[in-house]
């Protein structure tokens, strides 16, 4: 392909939409079991059909397009599997709520054809994500996109329940669950969003059948106290023992019920003593499972107290509640209401008061399943990156408790399990039986319920591929390479995956896990809708491109942290885009045919040598880093050898070779090199551009995307090099410093003397005088092993009048100050911004001597305001030296 010019400006609109078509055009994407490479596989985490990309996503899935496009450069097969979660409970609100548009509720419509209306929704409206994964530029093969209800993988998902069931490890049974009553359904924790509110706490008294005074209680839900089945004591505790084992009588209702004694009672809570309600508090349930106490139900599925409420049978909790109250206050039971902060568990949907409910579901035994699991992690076959992980899994895992998977809803998988009719006996089976097989009666009917989402999401890494037939695939991809996700959902999908992939598909379905972090606000704060501090990274692309997003979620890529995203270091990112791009179309401007390097390494000067070898170096730290999931340290070795080594030391150097007829074409032909390289080390982290500037520079093959990755090449490798141009450059900057603290014109040519008493150093300055002249823009450079002025009570001796002078690396610079700069002048500047300083931190520290203004004002505004004092110390202090220094000069 002929080189053209690149557009003036970098313009990431332009750019980015073209080449994510050509890409998925060409089928680079796609995965080739019979390619003959050895192969990569990875699944997404499937976001659910009803959403749209938020800043957790393009997280995490940029660290994984990062990997999987690093991977395919180096010569894999790459399978990166995309899919998506039909979100059983979000997925049924959405089509409800279309539905109470029109005036209906999904019970007018009947399941079928409800679930075909949701059908109908995905179809048109869902999966909104998928597009903006590809806006996204990642590397997904599309052709194996799955949906966790499509048909394969509802068979599958009846095959593992059917098998889970034939082996005694599913069963149904009564147990307390998370309601919402509004959604009408059980819900997983991680559906809760828990907070504490504030509420009150009422102390009731329980009295005696002969009058005696009983006992008190304290409740935050004194409504509940119609389905208490005991109170419990600390066995221990002296102000209650008199009562154990004796009944009290249940107020409003005037039941009695049995005073009991368990050590997980907590004495300093309330009274010490706690009514005991099993059919509607998990850890009553569990009490009462213990003590062998009844539970009983006091409310229906809507949260309407039932035929065991009494006189309240029909009333909504809340209202209850109040009747409750006001009917203890009249009987003189109710004995002080106090302000209380209350845990309250809301409807993640629809922030409903979840609440705890015992009702029948069906449940997974996960012991025997956590075994293997536990076992796999122990012996290496499963790690955690970071770590750290590792206890947290085991912790989960050593205590597991049974897993709920029904929810009553009519959107997922519906539980395959039938009951007769006639006999009642329960039929689990993989398709509808045609009659019972213990009657042969003709009339099943099939449980209502479906399975919780994550039970299907349990399977992705299997059932994507096509199990439990053997397929290709499947033979080929499973286990994947490693899971990548947010640490957020270890227990819920991760260890879920871990447990059913040994069971189902005989091996652990990955042998590392990367557990990234979760992006928070730039102060560090967690990002939340309701706080309004989200960012929506479609919104982030629209103003700094795709490529910048990209980079700075790589960069914050640091495994165990929870990285704060700011607007600055997003448009640093854009700005080193920038660089890159004006960098690629100044080589692009001044080749002159060069395409293939054409240079002996050994003849090159210095600086060719330098950026060469120093290129071999980031390739080695780039790939070390991506293979220890260091995105940050990958992102950060790329941008400063791209910013400072190429562009600001390589690309100035370079220039001044251009004219010569020998080092010029050769210089080229390095640039040119070294620019190719780098844009292929960076391709898998920002691909829209370096795509784009790949296909105007003389290239082989017909996308950088399935370019070679650059490994480190050992012929262009030199340490001695990099050591000697490290030097030079430390030279320069320190030249270039002392310009700059006097403010010397950066035109004017000045005169430098070093003194290098030690002959090596005298050697090897002399040898790069010509580089160092040049680079720092100096007139007279003379090199010397003593100076005339030297006294010799100092080493290096002190300056001489009319001196400035700097030490670096066993060397001392001295700078002619004559006629650089008018030195009274200097003097009286530096003067006057001393006494500037000085007054601002005078006027900062009294603010902050005042109580008053510490008290009052913003935390961040008298957090400012310390750190400017502290900015402020360290420019005096600058300064001060910078004066010293003439004093002594002049
Ligand atoms: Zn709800
Ligand atoms: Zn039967």
Redesign the pocket.
């Given at each position: 392909m002929a080189t053209t010019e690149l557009a003036k400006a970098y313009e990431p609109k332009d750019v980015e939409s073209r080449w994510y078509p050509v890409w998925e055009k060409a089928g680079y994407f796609v995965a080739d079991p019979a390619s003959g490479k050895p192969r990569f596989s990875i699944v997404i985490p499937p976001p659910n059909v009803t959403g749209s990309l938020h800043i957790g996503h393009a997280f995490t899935l940029t660290l994984q397009d990062v990997t999987v496009r690093w991977k395919r450069m180096s010569g894999f097969d790459t399978l990166w599997l995309p899919g998506l979660d039909h979100a059983g409970i979000a997925t049924q609100m959405v089509v409800e709520r279309q539905l109470a548009k029109e005036g209906k509720k999904k019970e007018d419509l009947g399941r079928e054809a409800f679930e075909a209306r949701v059908w109908k929704w995905k179809e048109e409206s869902g999966g909104r994500i998928l597009n903006q994964l590809r806006i996204m530029g990642y590397s997904l093969d599309w052709t194996r996109e799955r949906f966790t209800m499509d048909p394969g993988m509802s068979r599958a998902v009846r095959e593992v329940f059917v098998q889970l069931w034939e082996q005694g490890l599913i069963y149904r049974g009564y147990y307390i669950v998370n309601w919402c009553p509004r959604c009408v359904t059980a819900l997983s924790d991680l559906e809760v969003e828990t907070e504490t509110e504030p509420g009150q706490l009422w102390h009731i008294r329980y009295p005696e059948k002969d009058g005696g005074p009983g006992i008190v209680v304290a409740t935050t839900r004194p409504e509940t106290l119609l389905g208490d089945t005991a109170v419990a004591v600390h066995p221990d505790d002296e102000r209650h023992r008199r009562l154990i084992g004796r009944p009290v009588l249940l107020p409003v209702l005037g039941r009695e019920i049995p005073v009991v004694a368990d050590t997980f009672v907590d004495r300093e809570f309330g009274t010490g003593a706690v009514k005991i309600t099993p059919a509607h508090d998990p850890n009553d349930f569990l009490a009462a499972q213990r003590l062998g106490l009844p539970a009983i139900n006091i409310m229906d599925e809507r949260a309407v107290l039932n035929e065991n409420a009494g006189p309240y049978a029909g009333q909504d909790r809340f209202e209850a509640r109040k009747g409750i109250v006001a009917q203890l206050e009249r009987e003189g039971l109710l004995v002080k209401t106090e302000p209380y902060q209350v845990p309250l568990g809301r409807c993640q949907r629809c922030g409903t008061i979840v609440e705890p409910r015992l009702s029948r579901q069906w449940f997974v035994k996960m012991q025997p399943l956590a075994e293997p699991a536990i076992a796999a992690a122990e012996d290496g076959r499963i790690g955690f990156v970071p770590e750290s992980w590792t206890k947290t899994y085991f912790e989960w895992m050593r205590n597991i408790r049974d897993w709920c998977i029904s929810r009553q809803l009519w959107w997922g998988h519906r539980i395959p399990a039938w009951t007769?009719a006639?006999?009642d006996?329960l039929v689990v089976a993989r398709e509808a039986p045609a009659s019972?097989p213990?009657?042969g009666?003709g009339e099943l009917v099939q449980e209502t319920d479906v399975l919780d989402t994550w039970f299907s999401s349990g399977l992705f890494p299997f059932s994507t591929l096509g199990w439990p037939d053997k397929t290709v695939d499947l033979q080929r991809y499973y286990p994947s390479d490693v899971m990548m996700t947010g640490y957020d959902i270890l227990f819920f999908w991760v260890a879920r995956m871990i447990v059913l992939g040994m069971r189902f598909a005989g091996d652990v379905p990955f042998p590392v896990v990367f557990l990234n972090g979760l992006v928070r606000d730039e102060h560090g704060d967690k990002m939340s809708k309701t706080k309004g501090n989200d960012v929506d990274p479609l919104e982030l692309v629209a103003r700094h491109g795709t490529d910048a997003v990209r980079f700075t979620m790589t960069a914050l890529g640091a495994p165990g942290t929870n990285p704060a995203l700011s607007e600055q270091r997003l448009a640093g990112y854009r700005a080193f885009i920038n660089k890159l791009w004006n960098a690629s179309r100044f080589l692009l401007m001044n080749l002159e045919g060069e395409r293939a390097p054409s240079y002996v390494f050994e003849e090159l000067p210095l600086p060719s040598r330098w950026i060469l070898s120093r290129q071999q170096e980031l390739a080695r730290k780039v790939r070390e880093a991506l293979t220890e999931f260091r995105f940050d340290q990958a992102a950060s070795e790329l941008y400063h050898f791209v910013w400072d080594e190429f562009c600001d030391w390589y690309i100035e150097i370079a220039k001044s070779y251009f004219p010569d007829p020998v080092e010029g074409p050769r210089t080229r032909a390095v640039l040119l090199e070294v620019l190719e390289k780098t844009l292929r080390m960076l391709h898998p982290v920002i691909p829209y551009v370096t795509e784009e500037i790949w296909q105007r520079l003389p290239h082989e093959g017909e996308s950088i995307m399935v370019a070679p990755y650059p490994q480190p090449e050992a012929d262009k490798y030199d340490v001695e090099d990099e050591a000697a141009m490290g030097r030079v450059m430390r030279l320069v900057t320190a030249i270039r410093t002392l310009r700059a603290t006097y403010e010397v014109d950066r035109k004017r040519r000045i005169d430098v003397t070093v003194v290098a008493p030690q002959e090596k150093d005298s050697t090897f300055i002399t040898a790069h005088g010509a580089l160092v002249r040049h680079l720092a823009g100096l007139g007279e450079f003379l090199v010397v092993a003593h100076a005339p002025d030297t006294q010799p009570t100092s080493p290096l001796g002190a300056a001489a009048p009319g001196f400035l002078r700097e030490a670096v690396d066993g060397v001392e610079l001295r700078v002619a100050m004559a006629g650089l700069f008018d030195v009274a002048a200097e003097k009286a500047r530096l003067t006057k911004e001393l006494g500037k300083i000085e007054g601002e931190m005078a006027s900062l520290k009294g603010k902050l001597d005042n109580p008053q203004f510490v008290e009052r004002a913003k935390p961040e505004v008298v957090s400012q305001a310390r750190h400017r004092v502290e900015e402020l110390t360290e420019k005096k202090a600058k300064v001060a030296a910078t004066l010293r220094e003439l004093d002594r000069a002049s």
């Open positions: 007769c006639k006999c006996e019972c213990k009657c009666g």
